[in-house]
């Protein structure tokens, strides 16, 4: 019963908040570190700009676009293919289990780790969220697909219900922004 009160309560904070911002630190499989900031926007919505590159990454409801600011390449994986696509959807429910499986959850000193994969999907790989057990703010996440990993670490998270413009996820239009603005 207190695990099942505490994923309500993680619910509960998510879905009554629409917004997640926070600067982070990336870990790729082979260990390599990039540093950026990440903006979460539900429904669907997310930007991720890296310091000292010229990639971004902004997804829609549809599609997840990953493009070179200086070339305007860019590539595209659908939403629904990634892990993503769960915790921005309209709702967050971690005990829908017509969309994810938990099929991992600890307490572990003060964190709160609970793994999922996709009820249909499950070849989109996992996604492991780690929350703090006092607060239930999402503290870190890992995703594993095949063969990659990617952990993100997150810098003092701010949550909110905050409205954001649509122009910060437009990739036809991509704009700089000021992430202390936000």
């Known amino acids: 019963i207190l695990i099942l009160e505490t994923i309500k309560k993680i619910d509960s904070l998510y879905n009554n908040n629409k ?34 590159s010229d990639t971004i990454i902004i997804s829609n409801k549809n599609t997840i676009t990953i493009q070179d600011k200086l070339t ?38 003060n964190n709160i780790i609970i793994t999922i994969v996709g009820s249909k999907f499950y070849n989109l790989g996992t996604l492991t969220m780690i929350f703090d057990k006092s607060n239930t703010i999402l ?25 954001l413009s649509s122009s910060f996820f437009n990739v036809h239009r991509i704009k700089n922004i000021d992430f202390n603005s936000i």
Do not use: C, H
């Open 19 to 52: 917004t997640l911002k926070s600067k982070f630190t990336q870990i790729d499989t082979n260990g390599e570190k990039l540093n950026g900031f990440m903006i979460l926007s539900r429904p669907f919505n997310a930007r991720v700009e890296y310091f000292n």
């Open 72 to 109: 305007n390449n860019k590539s595209y994986i659908p939403m629904n293919a990634t892990p993503l696509n769960f915790i921005i959807g309209d709702q967050i429910s971690l005990l829908d289990e017509s969309k994810i499986k938990i099929v991992n959850y600890q307490e572990i000193d």
């Open 139 to 163: 503290k870190e996440w890992i995703i594993v697909n095949g063969k990659n990993t990617n952990r993100i670490i997150f810098n003092n998270p701010e949550i909110s219900n905050k409205n």
